[in-house]
């Protein structure tokens, strides 16, 4: 058995903090799939496109598009990876142990086991979409901030490509890199359309939750939980709204518009 399934949470947590410059204290801090990200481009730098990803996650759909993007590294690479989504972002401390033991694996295996000394951690948390993770995860981070490989003047850590050649200009090889990205592109598709049927199966199983709960003996009395179940029942997307708009007059007296919604989460953010 890989040797990397019985590292413990201290190995992973120091490995993370060095590595990325931070102070995680839990493994259970990583169920965003953040740190993930930035593990992949600590190892292939600039592969992952910072401003898709949320290091300040914390509802379970800004945490999946965090998972969208780790995926789609995993598909450039050609790495096999079925990524239990559904799990991580519940923030388990088994099922985030195992992942990270797994990625501990998969970085030793292109370091040859070495460290990656140089990263600029801090400095790419902060092109994110929130900037840097806010509290004391990441306040002065696990060691002083790294110089970039371009102002250090040394090469970013990770793989190295080989030169390419006048001779890949030929036909014949243009032809084989072009059937290599069509294979390429073939399955980035299907891995996507995986990932797409897992996340309608993740929300399919909330609304069923919802369903049952609304069917449930003393619980289906309860005026609000019959406005619920119209909603989910209705036979059309105006319907439910109407209903909803309905709901929020009777019970909070006046109609919360999704502005309203947006409004309020950008003074939460500010605060």
């Known amino acids: 058995m890989d040797p990397h399934y019985f590292l413990s949470k201290a190995d992973l947590l120091g490995w993370i903090n060095e590595t990325l410059s931070m102070r995680l204290t839990k493994v259970e801090d990583t169920a965003n799939g953040a740190v993930a990200c930035q593990i992949m481009d600590a190892l292939h730098p600039g ?46 401390p088994l099922d985030n142990i195992e992942f990270m033991q797994w990625l501990k694996s998969y970085f030793d295996g292109v370091t040859n086991n070495s460290a990656i000394t140089d990263y600029d951690g801090p400095g790419k948390r902060v092109l994110c979409k929130t900037g840097d993770l806010k509290g004391p995860s990441t306040a002065g981070g696990g060691k002083p901030a790294m110089r970039s490989a371009a102002l250090s003047g040394s090469s970013p850590a990770g793989p190295r490509r080989p030169a390419v050649s006048a001779a890949n200009g030929s036909p014949a090889v243009r032809t084989v890199q072009a059937g290599g990205d069509l294979a390429g592109q073939l399955a980035e598709a299907r891995a996507n359309l995986d990932l797409v049927e897992k996340e309608k199966q993740f929300y399919y199983s909330k609304l069923r939750d919802v369903e049952l709960l609304c069917q449930t003996p003393t619980v289906n009395e ?31 007296g006046r109609v919360f518009l999704e502005e309203d919604e947006a409004a309020a989460q950008a003074q939460a953010d500010d605060a």
Do not use: S
């Open 47 to 92: 592969i992952v496109p910072f401003k898709k990803v949320d290091f300040n996650a914390k509802n379970e759909y800004d945490m999946i598009n965090n998972y969208k993007v780790l995926q789609e590294v995993f598909n450039k690479l050609g790495i096999a990876k079925h990524i239990e989504v559904a799990k991580l972002i519940k923030a388990k």
């Open 222 to 252: 309860i005026p609000i939980m019959k406005r619920v179940e119209a909603i989910l029942y209705a036979p059309t997307a105006e319907d439910g709204r109407q209903i909803l708009m309905d709901t929020q007059q009777e019970f909070a």
